[in-house]
Nanobody, 121 residues
């Protein structure tokens, strides 16, 4: 079992920045690729970014490339999502998630509870 707790969400003006954190506990953090997904009312959760177990490999959704940066600190069992140049369309509940060994949005093992990000225009 892995427990994931997100933090860092909030209200920010368009063009601003936020950094989300996701602290993991339970099993060995470095056994899992980590990702962030987001959801708005009435829509399915959509992929935002993922990072490999070592942190050397990252992948982003086209909509956030160049603005968001995912990273992880295996010593702290934490994954981060630095979000810059935020847009109103980034408003969503953001979830972190684990995927055993290699990231796959279709093979998620554990979810966090989510953190709300609201970007005002």
């Amino acid at each position: 079992q892995v427990q994931l707790v997100e933090s860092g969400g909030g209200l920010v003006q368009a063009g601003g920045s936020l950094r989300l954190s996701c602290a993991a506990s339970g099993r060995t953090f470095s056994d899992y690729a980590m990702g962030w997904l987001r959801q708005t009312p009435g829509k399915e959760r959509g992929f935002v970014a993922a990072v490999s177990r070592s942190g050397s490999g990252v992948v982003y959704a086209d909509s956030v490339k160049g603005r968001f940066t995912i990273s992880r600190d295996n010593a702290k069992n934490t994954v981060y999502l630095q979000m810059n140049s935020l847009k109103p369309e980034d408003t969503a509940v953001y979830y972190c998630a684990t995927s055993r060994e290699t990231w796959s949005s279709r093979a998620i093992d554990y979810w966090g509870q989510g953190t709300q990000v609201t970007v005002s225009s």
